[in-house]
T-cell receptor
Framework: AQSVTQLDSQVPVFEEAPVELRCNYS??????LFWYVQYPNQGLQLLLK??????LVKGINGFEAEFNKSQTSFHLRKPSVHISDTAEYFC??????????????FGTGTRLLVSP | DAGVIQSPRHEVTEMGQEVTLRCKPI?????LFWYRQTMMRGLELLIY????????DSGMPEDRFSAKMPNASFSTLKIQPSEPRDSAVYFC??????????????FGAGTRLSVL
């Protein structure tokens, strides 16, 4: 079974500084990878996805992630964060079920805290 | 589209009472998911449906939990009887199995359940 590791439970950063949120997954077989963001008291919103093609994926709000197959990583980056980026970020990987359906397995989340 | 709609947004009940959470998926989506989010266990998949049929309910914690999807536009998650340890945020999500939107799950805003 697939698993996702988000090593950092919390990342504090100052406004306008760069940030990287780390994500590693367990399997080296073909996978789909996702980053979701959860703002306070809201549901999860898709930030970006990797399905195939270019390993550098750009998402909403200036975020990007790079798929590294050899390191089984999918780290999320932003060159300059804003206060409004304060949220919980979840990495997810697909897991193919016997039915053919790709179920999502989520990491435990990383709380990004942006301060002035 | 209005997105995935969940009701109620907040539910406070007493131990032993029946609780019913409701979800309206995005029109045309053929998969529906129920998740539970707690500080201790993170985001857990409880059950998912395909074309209104439950496919995998292995994440349902106990027989006190049940979920139904009587039609393509409505699903319920019921807890009877409720216990304080059921306190959590419950999310509903839906996705489309084919096309460009494949594997992307769209989440509702969640129902925050407090069992006293």
């Amino acid at each position: 079974a697939q698993s996702v590791t988000q090593l950092d439970s919390q990342v504090p950063v100052f406004e306008e500084a760069p940030v990287e949120l780390r994500c590693n997954y367990s399997s080296s077989v073909s996978v789909y990878l996702f980053w979701y963001v959860q703002y306070p008291n809201q549901g999860l919103q898709l930030l970006l996805k990797y399905l195939s093609g270019s390993t550098l994926v750009k998402g909403i709000n200036g975020f990007e992630a790079e798929f590294n197959k050899s390191q089984t990583s999918f780290h999320l980056r932003k060159p300059s964060v804003h206060i409004s980026d304060t949220a919980e970020y979840f990495c997810a990987v697909s897991q193919r079920e016997n039915t053919g359906f790709q179920k999502l397995v989520f990491g435990t989340g990383t709380r990004l805290l942006v301060s002035p | 589209d209005a997105g995935v709609i969940q009701s109620p947004r907040h539910e406070v009940t007493e131990m032993g009472q029946e609780v019913t959470l409701r979800c309206k998926p995005i029109s045309g989506h053929d998969y529906l998911f129920w998740y539970r989010q707690t500080m201790m266990r993170g985001l857990e998949l409880l059950i998912y449906f395909n074309n209104n049929v439950p496919i995998d309910d292995s994440g349902m914690p106990e027989d006190r939990f049940s979920a139904k999807m009587p039609n393509a536009s409505f699903s319920t998650l019921k807890i009877q009887p409720s216990e304080p340890r059921d306190s959590a945020v419950y999310f509903c999500a839906s996705s489309l199995s084919g096309g460009a939107g494949k594997n992307i799950q769209y989440f509702g805003a969640g129902t925050r359940l407090s069992v006293l």
